[in-house]
């Protein structure tokens, strides 16, 4: 009884953990859209985190400013087509540069698995409490 009180918690929580980042993902997509300003970008290096088995590209652009910016990519993975010395496309909000997003249709996704993640973790703990 109480690994399955723990359980539906531990769902409940996850699912609005990843309802809540995708929102923020949506809204924050949808200011680039409005009044982003548009930079061309490359891949300048490549990290790897230790829970990782991939590498993340770091990318750099100039703002309006002429201050160089780097950002870690949202989407990240070997297919994403973001090996060094790529050119990529880069929006940004201009008070908030360090908020960039690659701007190319598959990097504007990464609110879909979060959306995903949150209707599965939630449809699971329904799934608690219906089967009790």
């Given at each position: 009884?109480?690994?399955?009180?723990?359980?539906?918690?531990?769902?409940?929580?996850?699912?609005?953990?990843?309802?809540?980042?995708?929102?923020?993902?949506?809204?924050?997509?949808?200011?680039?859209?409005?009044?982003?300003?548009?930079?061309?970008?490359?891949?300048?290096?490549?990290?790897?985190?230790?829970?990782?088995?991939?590498?993340?590209?770091?990318?750099?652009?100039?703002?309006?400013?002429?201050?160089?910016?780097r950002f870690l990519p949202v989407a990240t993975g070997t297919r994403m087509g973001l090996a060094l010395r790529t050119h990529v496309p880069v929006v940004y909000l201009p008070e908030q540069p360090e908020s960039a997003r690659v701007f190319a249709r598959k990097h504007r996704r990464s609110h879909v698995g979060l959306f995903a993640g949150g209707v599965l973790f939630l449809g699971t703990a329904v799934w608690v409490v219906l089967t009790r």
């Open positions: 009884m109480t690994g399955e009180v723990i359980g539906f918690g531990l769902c409940v929580l996850a699912g609005l953990l990843c309802l809540w980042g995708g929102v923020r993902e949506v809204r924050l997509q949808a200011r680039l859209r409005r009044f982003g300003v548009h930079a061309e970008g490359a891949v300048v290096d490549q990290e790897q985190a230790p829970s990782d088995d991939y590498l993340t590209p770091v990318i750099e652009f100039t703002d309006r400013q002429g201050r160089p910016v």
